[in-house]
């Protein structure tokens, strides 16, 4: 559970609601706040009650981001540069993260004028219903797990939480990480406005981490996005609305959505954090490996060369390029960016993209 290679496909709802709770078990945080197992029950089928049955952004997403979050916690030893509450916030706000997501993003909202792009005047308006249904859920007694804290702790947390899911609006993606690229030399646990920066980052990192796992998990997540995604298209033309071009279905490809993807906002992203915590990057000195292994890559004339043990994260970005203007047919490439604790593993197959 504590690894990126986790398969959530092997788990039913049921289960995955015992998962979560073995999160908080786990965490110490229902021996911390004081919180009854009954509440904590309680919140997770609210949780589970208030995600729709939509293709990519519905309960099991909920629970592949806060899995991430759960194992980059361990991985990255928080628990000893951040309190509680902290830890608290950061995995509440996974777990909430897209309550009640409708299938269709912000930019059909405002251009369709629903009632949450009225209510919420155009800014985030999918964030800011998540992040309130999340506090519907709590004002309820019998599933408020914050009920035994006090006051002030509470506001605390409703500050963070807010916080971190209105940061998974991926319009402010380079606000934010601009923040984080610019705190990095002088990062300082005990600042609180760092702590908060790192918060975003590290809920966005799980929210996009699925290219990050194993192929066979991240893949039929990808045709999930997609389905979604043509959902929304294939409505914008029904009603005359603009056309969201990475969602059309004329227009987008299997890889052609997951090249630009990876290659401008997930490495980008991925990047930044591992360079506050480089135990999620390579060690040199590690034989098991960290690298990109064995990519083996033909062109279309059926030359195959063979690279080994590339450095990844520092090279990938130079590689991608490469092989994309190279003709490559048939290339499969396994990258593993996190010596011995398998933090994750980038897998691609191109060939059945290419
Ligand atoms: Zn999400």
Redesign the pocket.
């Known amino acids: 559970l504590k690894t990126p290679t986790f398969d959530n496909w092997q788990w039913e709802d049921a289960e995955i609601m015992v998962l979560l709770q073995v999160m908080y078990t786990d965490l110490d945080f229902i021996s911390t706040f004081n919180i009854e197992l009954d509440v904590m029950q309680q919140f997770l089928y609210e949780v589970y009650r208030r995600y729709n049955n939509i293709p990519f952004?519905n309960f099991k997403?909920c629970f592949c981001?806060t899995q991430m979050m759960y194992g980059l916690i361990w991985l990255t030893d928080l628990r000893s540069k951040m309190d509680s509450i902290d830890l608290l916030i950061m995995l509440t706000s996974a777990v909430c993260?897209?309550l009640d997501h409708t299938g269709y993003n912000n930019a059909y909202q405002i251009n369709a004028r629903t009632e949450l792009a009225l209510r919420y005047n155009d800014i985030s308006p999918l964030e800011n219903h998540h992040c309130a249904v999340a506090f519907e859920i709590l004002e309820k007694t019998e599933s408020n797990i914050f009920r035994n804290l006090s006051t002030e702790q509470f506001k605390r947390i409703r500050e963070g939480i807010i916080k971190c899911i209105l940061a998974?609006d991926m319009t402010r993606h380079t606000e934010i990480l601009n923040k984080f690229k610019a705190l990095l030399p002088v990062f300082d646990f005990s600042n609180k406005d760092n702590r908060d920066v790192l918060m975003m980052i590290m809920i966005k990192v799980s929210?996009i981490s699925n290219e990050a796992r194993p192929m066979d998990v991240a893949e039929p997540w990808l045709d999930c996005l997609l389905q979604e995604f043509f959902n929304q298209s294939d409505m914008e033309k029904l009603e005359g609305l603009p056309v969201t071009p990475f969602m059309d279905r004329d227009k987008v490809t299997k890889p052609s959505s997951q090249t630009g993807f990876i290659r401008f906002v997930l490495f980008p992203l991925f990047i930044e954090l591992a360079n506050l915590f480089p135990c999620l990057e390579l060690n040199s000195n590690d034989e098991e490996i960290h690298c990109v292994k064995n990519l083996k890559a033909k062109d279309t004339t059926g030359k195959t060369t063979v690279f080994r043990h590339l450095s990844v994260l520092r090279f990938w970005p130079i590689l991608l390029p490469c092989l994309l203007s190279s003709n490559i047919q048939n290339t499969h490439l396994s990258v593993y960016f996190i010596t011995r604790q398998t933090f994750a593993s980038v897998d691609f197959s191109y060939h059945e993209y290419i």
């Open positions: 952004h997403h981001v993260h897209d998974t929210d």
